[in-house]
């Protein structure tokens, strides 16, 4: 098995991880003391038309102290490894690339009815993104699910099939939806890095 530990030489210089948690941390203090800022800029179904960018702004907000706390976390813990793989401009890509086609899938279940049409925010299918890049690109790489460690390529499977059953349980208050297209999207592009020979450390 491979181990990897996530701080890196990457981190010996500013990374586009740290001016993302930055970002969301600036957000988050906006969303406490500015009224109606949440609402503004958070994924709303109703409004999005009129707003698209609301598919990138929602992406920086948060619900909670627990909400962003772990987002944070995961977002800290692993995007300095996936820039090290495969560069700063193609993480950027991933992130938001996979936070927006989740944000996209989020709104094709609402159409469809397959979800309630509540507004959305959180980075949590930017970050699916994220993981699945790394799992496509290092599926041996060991982390722990609820204290119990297991290489990504076990863990991703458990993480679909849990939002899958989320998807369909209406006292859900996750967007399953937007984790499961962030996590697709991220397995497609780290295919992708994998067959363009893109990924490998800088």
Not at 17 to 46: M, S
Not at 62 to 85: C, D, K, R
Not at 126 to 131: E, N, P
């Amino acid at each position: 098995m491979q181990y990897y530990y996530p701080y890196s030489r990457v981190q010996q210089q500013t990374s586009y991880t740290t001016y993302l948690l930055a970002a969301i941390g600036i957000a988050f203090l906006l969303q406490l003391i500015v009224p109606n800022f949440t609402e503004t800029f958070y994924l709303n179904p109703k409004t999005v038309l009129s707003a698209p960018w609301q598919l990138v702004t929602s992406m920086f907000l948060h619900g909670s102290i627990s909400h962003i706390f772990f987002n944070g976390f995961t977002l800290l813990m692993f995007g300095p490894l996936l820039e090290q793989l495969i560069g700063g401009r193609k993480f950027l890509e991933v992130y938001f690339g996979t936070g927006i086609f989740g944000g996209l899938l989020y709104l094709t279940g609402i159409y469809f009815g397959i979800t309630a049409p509540l507004p959305a925010l959180g980075a949590s299918g930017a970050l699916m993104g994220v993981l699945g890049a790394l799992a496509m690109l290092r599926p041996n790489m060991q982390l722990y699910v609820w204290f119990i460690p297991m290489p990504m390529y076990m863990a991703v499977p458990l993480w679909f099939f849990l939002d899958l059953l989320g998807v369909f349980n209406p006292a859900s208050s996750v967007g399953n939806l937007a984790h499961i297209g962030g996590l697709l999207a991220g397995l497609a592009y780290g295919y992708f890095c994998k067959k363009s020979n893109w990924a490998k450390v800088y």
